[in-house]
Each structure stands twice: as C-alpha cells, then as structure tokens.
C-alpha cells in the first residue's frame, strides 16, 4: 500500500494517538482566526485527490464556520401570515458556506474544491483550495485554466460542494444515470 491509503486510513479510522492529536489540534484552531492560510494541506491525501499540487498559485485557506441551525429572519410588523414568511430558503450545506466564505477574502482566485477538516462542539473546519487565476503555473495548465477561467464558480455552485446541495452529485439509491 502507497503513504496516502494509510493517511486516508488513519482519517476514517483514528487511533487514540491520532485522536489527541485532533484533539490538540482543534484546541489551537479555536484561538485562531475564522479564516486562516496554511502553508500545506492537513489531509495531504484528501487535497490530492481533489486536484492539490504542491506548486505556486496553489493556495490552502482553513475556513471555519459556527455550527447549528441557520436563524431565518422573520419580518416584524403588520402582515399577513402568507406575506410573512421567506418565499425562498436556499438549502446550502456548511462546505458550500466555507468555500464561499474562503473565496470572499482572497478575491483573486477560484476554489478548486475543499474537504473536510476537524469539528468540535461549535465549529465546524474545512480546507479549501484556492487557486490564483493569474497566476503562469495555473495558465499554463489546460485543466486549470479552464476552472480559473469559471469566475465565481463557488456562488454558482459549480464547485462538488455546491453541486451537492443542488442535488446535481447524488449518493444512494437512485443515483444511477440513465
């Protein structure tokens, strides 16, 4: 078996030396800004099966979003109860919120596509994967000049995430295409 079948063995089934690793790790997130750029990937080998190099204009951002229940505001005042409710609830789940939130505060670049990293009792963690659309690695590359050229995919929900909570990328029964 290559590295990245034990490290993806060791994320699905965690010893207790890897669990306080977590733990530790997750203590250190907390006191760390929401957003935060980290020089390498934490799953190394999750990041490369969602397209990851480790070369110039690649860019890993660890995004953390609060858990629990989005509120949906209601309208105060004198209505009517069918005029009182929201029409339209997008359903987004919180990897589309992460990606969304990743790429609003690096303007420049695409997400590729992100993963889940680690959760607490109030936070949930994940990497995303930014890449630079101007950057000469990213337009030299026929596959990623492509992506780099979809701007704002992350809001369209071109993104796996995005393509999930649309109910394009199905799982189970039923899924099969005809």
């Known amino acids: 078996m290559g590295l990245y079948k034990y490290l993806r063995q060791a994320w699905k089934k965690p010893n207790e030396e890897h669990e306080a690793v977590q733990k530790q790790r ?20 999750r990041a490369r099966s969602l397209g990851y190099k480790a070369k110039q204009g690649f860019i890993i951002v660890r995004q953390r979003v609060d858990r629990g229940g989005r509120m949906r505001s209601s309208d105060r005042g004198g209505r009517r109860p069918k005029a009182a409710r929201r029409l339209k609830i997008l359903d987004k789940n919180y990897q589309q919120i992460a990606e969304e939130r990743a790429v609003y505060n690096y303007s420049n670049c695409e997400v590729l596509n992100s993963y889940y990293a680690g959760e607490d009792g109030k936070h949930y963690w994940y990497e995303v994967i930014l890449i630079d659309r101007a950057h000469p690695n990213i337009q030299n590359d026929p596959e990623l000049r492509r992506v780099a050229a979809q701007r704002g995919r992350v809001f369209r929900g071109l993104t796996s995430a995005g393509k999930r909570s649309r109910g394009v990328r199905l799982k189970g029964k039923g899924s099969e295409k005809a």
């Open 26 to 45: 997750l203590i250190l997130w907390r006191k760390q800004p929401v957003t935060v750029r980290t020089v390498y990937p934490t799953r190394v080998d």
